[in-house]
Nanobody
Framework: QVQLVESGGGLVQAGGSLRLSCEAS????????IAWFRQAPAKGREFVAG??????YYADSEKGRFTISRDDSKNTVYLQINSLKPEDTAVYYC???????????????WGKGTLVTVSS
């Protein structure tokens, strides 16, 4: 059984940084796309970034402030978020897919999310 566990969320002031982690267990994820999505209050879930092997993908709106990386030895994918804004407040989820896609419907596995709150 695949499990994805996110961590690293919390309360941070605008302008600050956070590094979110997504640890996978139950299956080596090297052949999968690992993606980060987020869902802000009263909004739909949106793609933020993804990584498969060494290829990285970002939502156009977030290029520059978000950096995705992986450590295969730890089965962990990271999302570094810099220059945080109040509108970044959301639950951040990681997900896995065999496809290289930004569509949430194509994700096979999901974590439970980690809450990021950015104060102004």
């Amino acid at each position: 059984q695949v499990q994805l566990v996110e961590s690293g969320g919390g309360l941070v002031q605008a302008g600050g940084s956070l590094r979110l982690s997504c640890e996978a267990s139950g299956r080596a994820f090297s052949n999968y796309l690992i993606a980060w999505f987020r869902q802000a209050p009263a909004k739909g879930r949106e793609f933020v970034a993804g990584i498969r092997w060494s290829a990285m993908y970002y939502a156009d709106s977030e290029k520059g402030r978000f950096t995705i990386s992986r450590d295969d030895s730890k089965n962990t994918v990271y999302l570094q978020i810099n220059s945080l804004k109040p509108e970044d407040t959301a639950v951040y989820y990681c997900a896995m897919s065999k496809l290289v896609t930004t569509h949430q419907d194509a994700m096979e596995y999901w974590g439970k999310g980690t809450l990021v709150t950015v104060s102004s």
